[in-house]
């Protein structure tokens, strides 16, 4: 049984609560859906897989109550009250009652208040005579929300709903007319003007927030937002026919339905390759985007099509080349990343790309984004301290992953999150074993035998070698492993170019005497500021100095990339 809420009085949670238990949205995608759509109780839907796609598609406005919903509420209502004999002035103040009393009964979202208000003062504008003005009933609105409650203007969903309507009430009249000259049908053009509109305009809060932007948004909103629709309209009639118990099973057929060809055509386009991309949350194109736009209509405010065209293919152009480089034709390179008081170490060259380590948390997604990255073949999970491990179900969610490896029989101590994932290939490795990633050779040292990958000891280690045209790196990457597993080993390694260094760079680390068989000429410690464990030691610090290497570390320097060249390596520095 769905959980209703509770110390609500009124009729109209209760009618929501009545409702809720007979459309059950925890037990099927579709009858979430519903409950989302009808009901303004997305909960569920957010709790499944299926809430993803909304996001992947850019179509989660879709089902958030807002002006589009009460329009189609209202065209039912006015319908019904247009077959009475009512005064056309009270059949007004009635719908105003009735979709004041939807957004109460919705949840009262400040999208939903907003198109209310939006709504009421049209309809006192036309009463009264006079000519309707959006934009002066949009202003109007927000002034009443921020006297009531000034904290408003700091909510995303207050800040959203007045940005996506402040677009559409501006510039769709403009990108409709641009459209059409493109010869796209006027019916598709208004549709696909909405939702180009809205999607810009709120760059500056969902790029922030989300981290990730929809390409397939304007197609899906073509085709999915009439399904919507329809799903709403039917749903407002047939789904309170349910609370009769006769009807109970019959009058949800309709809606589940419209309700799973909505889901079907959400996985069809969320499994277009590129749906959505993620985009650093600091890009500056947040801002730069929509105020190219406004200069643009003020500069050319009766676009034609050939322009239209060339500078389109020229903007496809502009985007596709950097994504293709950085798939298919990467430079070889290590880069250690910045996600705070963890791990996560990036190998890529040609079209591989393989990540050591995942971090703690979902700033490896944003690391990863900022490097340019699109896919991964290869996950290497050294061992299983959250710091090391957190941030994979971030990683799976948001890229094609193809391989998830770690030590010889550490598999079976994997947490939940990352087992089981559909597309995803499990492999365990043991010493000795070679994994290329072009043209680097991943080479496991450690461990010796099978483990269980719980402690810092258990951690996979890893030689990466790089010798192609002229070009050679030599590279260790430690994990959590510290002096005791190191020495074990280090005789076998030899000579490297490159040190990372183990466990963040603590205190058993690294000593002189086995930095002085290593001879690493740059050192590198991956770790957070302000951490409680005051890594990177001293001791380590002085240990690299007193060998005569150099030493960095992502609180100075953030990213920290190693590229192979003719005369050795190359360090760049996310920052200097």
């Known amino acids: 049984m769905v959980s209703v809420d509770e110390g609500f009085p009124g009729p109209l949670p209760w009618l929501r609560n009545e409702l809720l238990a007979v459309i059950a949205p925890e037990t099927d995608p579709a009858r979430s859906l519903i409950a989302g759509v009808v009901c303004g109780r997305s909960s569920e839907l957010r709790a499944q897989p299926a809430g993803d796609l909304f996001s992947v598609t850019g179509t989660a406005h ?8 009460l329009a ?21 103040g009635l719908l105003v009652l009735a979709l004041a009393a939807y957004a109460v009964f919705t949840g009262a979202s400040p999208s939903a208040v907003r198109a209310c208000c939006m709504v009421a003062v049209t309809l006192v504008v036309n009463g009264a005579g006079r000519r309707r003005h959006g934009l002066s009933a949009l202003f109007l609105t927000m002034t009443i929300f921020m006297l009531l409650r000034p904290t408003v203007l700091f909510e995303m969903g207050f800040q959203l709903s007045c940005a996506s309507v402040f677009a559409i009430l501006c510039f769709c009249p403009y990108a409709t007319y641009a459209l059409g000259e493109l010869s796209v049908p006027s019916g598709v053009a208004s549709i696909l003007s909405v939702t180009l509109c809205s999607q810009i305009a ?23 937002g009439p399904v919507i629709s329809v799903l709403l309209a039917s749903s407002v009639v047939l789904v309170p026919c349910s609370l009769v118990p006769l009807l109970r099973h019959g009058a949800l057929v309709v809606p589940m339905a419209i309700a799973r060809c909505a889901l079907f055509f959400e996985q069809l386009f969320a499994a277009v390759p590129g749906a959505s991309v993620s985009v650093p949350p600091d890009t500056p194109l947040v801002y730069v985007v929509p105020f190219s736009l406004v200069v643009l209509l003020v500069l050319w405010p009766r676009p034609s099509a050939r322009p239209m065209a060339v500078g389109l293919l020229c903007l496809m152009l502009a985007a596709g080349v950097p994504y293709v480089y950085w798939d298919r034709c990467a430079p070889p390179s290590v880069t250690v990343l910045d996600v705070g008081q963890a791990d996560a170490i990036l190998v890529r ?14 700033r490896v997604v944003s690391a990863l984004v900022r490097n340019n990255v699109h896919h991964i073949d290869a996950v290497f999970v050294t061992h299983w ?27 079976g101590s994997a947490p939940a999150e990352v087992l089981n994932r559909p597309s995803v290939t499990y492999r365990q490795v043991a010493r000795g074993d070679t994994v290329d990633i072009g043209a680097f050779r991943a080479r496991v040292m450690w461990p010796f035998d099978t483990v269980d990958g719980e402690g810092n000891e258990d951690s996979l280690v890893l030689l990466l070698s790089y010798a192609q045209e002229g070009k050679s790196l030599r590279m260790l990457l430690t994990g959590d492993a510290e002096l005791d597993q190191e020495r074990e080993f280090v005789q076998e390694v030899g000579d490297i170019d490159v040190l990372k260094l183990g466990h963040h760079g603590s205190k058993d680390s690294v000593d002189t005497d086995l930095l002085e068989t290593l001879k690493p000429e740059l050192s590198i410690a991956s770790a957070g500021e302000g951490n409680r464990y005051g ?11 007193d060998a005569g290497g150099a030493f960095a570390c992502t609180i100075e320097r953030g990213d920290i990339t190693v590229s192979p060249t003719a005369a050795g390596f190359a360090m760049r520095c996310q920052r200097p």
């Open 385 to 411: 301290d959250e710091d090391h491990w957190g941030g994979l179900p971030d990683v799976l969610d948001r890229f094609s992953v193809g391989t998830i490896a770690v030590a010889a029989d550490a598999l």
């Open 535 to 545: 890594h990177p030691s001293d001791a380590c610090i002085d240990a690299v100095s």
């Open 349 to 362: 060259q040609g079209g591989a790309v393989a990540l050591v380590d995942c971090g703690l948390d979902d």
């Open 62 to 69: 879709l089902i958030a109550v807002s002006g589009s919903h």
């Open 72 to 92: 189609i509420v209202g065209f039912v209502i006015e319908s019904a009250l247009q077959k009475t004999r009512l005064s056309r002035g009270l059949q007004r």
């Open 202 to 224: 709120t760059l500056p809060v969902t790029i922030p927030a989300f981290g990730m932007f929809s390409l397939i948004a304007p197609l899906a909103n073509a085709v999915i």
